[in-house]
T-cell receptor, first 113, second 110 residues
Framework: DGGITQSPKYLFRKEGQNVTLSCEQNLNHDAMYWYRQDPGQGLRLIYY???????QKGDIAEGYSVSREKKESFPLTVTSAQKNPTAFYLC????????????FGPGTRLLVL | RKEVEQDPGPFNVPEGATVAFNCTYSNSASQSFFWYRQDCRKEPKLLMS???SGNEDGRFTAQLNRASQYISLLIRDSKLSDSATYLC???????????FGKGTMLLVSP
């Protein structure tokens, strides 16, 4: 089945640690995105990538880093510089960027201990 | 005006009721619009696109009013399973991303 997978479903981070969230898609989509969602809030864009080896900052990129070495994969690293990382992280993909439908993975809940 | 604004609700309706949500947007050049549905603690999923001529899919109807810069979602004969948060999505023209509203929560009761 085609789709987007994210792992792990739940992740716990200690203060000062970097953690990496996985996102994989087999939809052959060029564009991939990372969003953060806090309770009662909308989705806020962290980073997006239009093509392999290229990515752009979104609205809240500080404290995060990404890579796009393969078309299928777009991992997100939450660094220790992100002071309030507890949130629901959603990865999405679309055939291209712009005004087109995005398809979401099931998300990763990150909790700082 | 914020890019995308929605009434957060919750809208509490009984089964079988008709309910409508509006979403206002600020960029008059926006060309495409979407409604997504998000169940509690789940990922958003596309409900329907919104075309200039309107769009109907079963019990759901989406409309676009360009003059007043809002889109609407009408749900007829509400079911318990319609309980969810409905996100309005507007791609700013000329940009590569989507702007998501904060969502409107719908609670359908027996």
């Amino acid at each position: 089945d085609g789709g987007i997978t994210q792992s792990p479903k739940y992740l716990f981070r200690k203060e000062g640690q970097n953690v990496t969230l996985s996102c994989e898609q087999n939809l052959n989509h060029d564009a991939m995105y990372w969003y953060r969602q806090d309770p009662g809030q909308g989705l806020r864009l962290i980073y997006y990538s239009q093509i392999v080896n290229d990515f752009q900052k979104g609205d809240i990129a500080e404290g995060y880093s990404v890579s796009r070495e393969k078309k299928e994969s777009f991992p997100l690293t939450v660094t220790s510089a992100q002071k309030n990382p507890t949130a629901f992280y959603l990865c999405a993909s679309s055939p291209r960027t712009g005004g087109v439908t995005q398809y979401f993975g099931p998300g990763t809940r990150l909790l700082v201990l | 005006r914020k890019e995308v604004e929605q009434d957060p609700g919750p809208f509490n309706v009984p089964e079988g009721a008709t309910v409508a949500f509006n979403c206002t947007y600020s960029n008059s050049a926006s060309q495409s619009f979407f409604w997504y549905r998000q169940d509690c603690r789940k990922e958003p999923k596309l409900l329907m696109s919104v075309y200039s001529s309107g769009n109907e899919d079963g019990r759901f109807t989406a409309q676009l009013n360009r003059a007043s810069q809002y889109i609407s979602l009408l749900i007829r004969d509400s079911k318990l399973s319609d309980s969810a948060t409905y996100l309005c999505v507007v791609p700013p023209w000329g940009y590569s991303t989507l702007t998501f509203g904060k969502g409107t929560m719908l609670l359908v009761s027996p």
